[in-house]
């Protein structure tokens, strides 16, 4: 029999059929009376307990549907809450990477200004003499006279000339025994030996000039200087070499040199007195 | 009339009194209202019918209720719970259906 043809015949149970078929045959033996009275309380207890057994399955499932709907509500109160916060942290985050766009254009900016101005720094130090430099250029070499006497030690004055008369041939950078002349050294007489930046020298003097060495010696010539420089040494008879050198280093002078002793406004105002 | 009475006064009890499930038996007190609703039905029909005995109603109320909690507690403790009550559903659910139309024709004689 299919199951669900037997579910549906058989849907009322079958102890009723049973127990009506025993009470016919034994039908008459049976006092009619007391007997059902007492099955008829335990019907009603059964119905009572049915009863029962609904409302608190009602109530159960109306208390777990409230706490279902408050956690639900929770859950949702909980979840727009955070989605603000995400959506804040969205706009912090387009905030922030707009700043991190100007930052980085602004230092690029930054960058480019200090390459101009590493630029500048390192062409005004090979000029004013506090950037190592090297190239062609020429080198002289004079020296205290051998039987002058003190008359025929070089002078501060005499190489101030030369190196005067250098610069005016356009010599770019020169050295004397290594020391850099800068826009604020000058030979100074110490006894017998020549103070430059600070530091004793003694002849034999070797004054390197930075320049087109292919015309550098003969407009020294020619200036005031070098004619001034040339008869000293001839007159006194001053050991003097000159050379061509094709690969010439110079060193930068000393940094205790390059302080600020006199400044000007750019801007065209007037400067402040320094007291 | 009595019987209809005793429904009455299990519910207010009920609604009254509130009483607390503990949380293990939770999942078997649907079940066991389905049961409980197919004996109901079946005694229903049988009074009708004029064969109802208060024992079989009674001992068929308790051992529906107790079987069909059994057999969910059973498949909850074989991991099938889910699907062991959905069967005891369906045929408890076809077997009120097939009792209460057996009684819509006794009232309307249809």
């Known amino acids: ?275 | 009339m009595i019987a209809a009475l005793g429904l009455v006064v299990g519910i207010v009890l009920g609604l009254i009194f509130r009483p607390e499930v503990p949380v293990g038996l939770e999942p078997y007190l649907p079940i066991a209202v389905v049961a409980a609703l197919d004996a109901v039905f079946g005694a229903l029909r049988a009074f009708l019918d004029g064969i109802f005995d208060d024992k079989v109603f009674v001992v068929s109320f308790v051992s529906n209720v107790v079987i069909a909690a059994g057999i969910v507690y059973l498949g909850d403790k074989l991991g099938v719970g889910g699907q062991l009550s959905t069967g005891v559903i369906v045929v408890l659910g076809i077997r009120i259906f097939s009792n209460v139309a057996a009684i819509r024709r006794h009232i309307f004689h249809a």
């Not at chain 1, 004013?128 to 051998?146: K, L, M, R, T």
């Not at chain 1, 030690?153 to 008369?165: E, H, S, T, Y």
């Open chain 1, 1 to 275: 029999m299919p199951l669900l043809t037997r579910i549906t015949q058989q849907s009322l149970d079958e102890d009723y059929l049973h127990v009506a078929d025993r009470r016919r045959t034994a039908s008459g033996d049976r006092p009619a009376g007391g007997g059902r009275r007492r099955l008829t309380a335990v019907t009603v207890v059964a119905v009572v307990a049915f009863g029962l057994l609904v409302a608190i399955a009602a109530v159960q499932t109306s208390r777990n549907a409230t706490v279902r709907e408050e956690s639900r509500s929770v859950l949702i109160s909980r979840i727009d809450d955070q989605q603000r916060v995400v959506s804040q942290q969205h706009q912090q985050i387009a905030d922030l990477s707009d700043q991190n766009t100007a930052e980085e254009s602004a230092f690029a900016d930054m960058g480019r200004q200090l390459s101009q101005a590493t630029r500048r720094e390192q062409a005004l130090a090979q000029t004013a003499g506090f950037g190592p430099v090297a190239g062609p250029g020429v080198q002289i070499s004079v020296d205290d006279a051998p039987n002058g006497g003190r008359s025929g030690l070089v002078q501060d004055d005499d190489l101030a000339g030369l190196i005067n008369g250098l610069w005016a041939s356009g010599a770019t950078a020169v050295s004397v025994n290594g020391q850099r002349v800068t826009a604020r050294s000058a030979p100074r007489n110490s006894g017998t030996v020549i103070r430059i930046n600070g530091v004793s020298l003694s002849a034999p003097y070797v004054v390197s000039a930075l320049g087109d060495n292919r015309t550098l010696l003969a407009k020294f010539a020619e200036t005031g200087s070098g004619r001034s420089f040339q008869l000293l040494t001839s007159t006194l008879g001053m050991p003097v070499t000159m050379d061509n050198v094709d690969h010439l280093q110079i060193p930068a002078g000393p940094v205790g040199l390059m302080d600020l002793r006199s400044a000007r406004s750019a801007t065209g105002q007037k400067p402040q007195e320094d007291h």
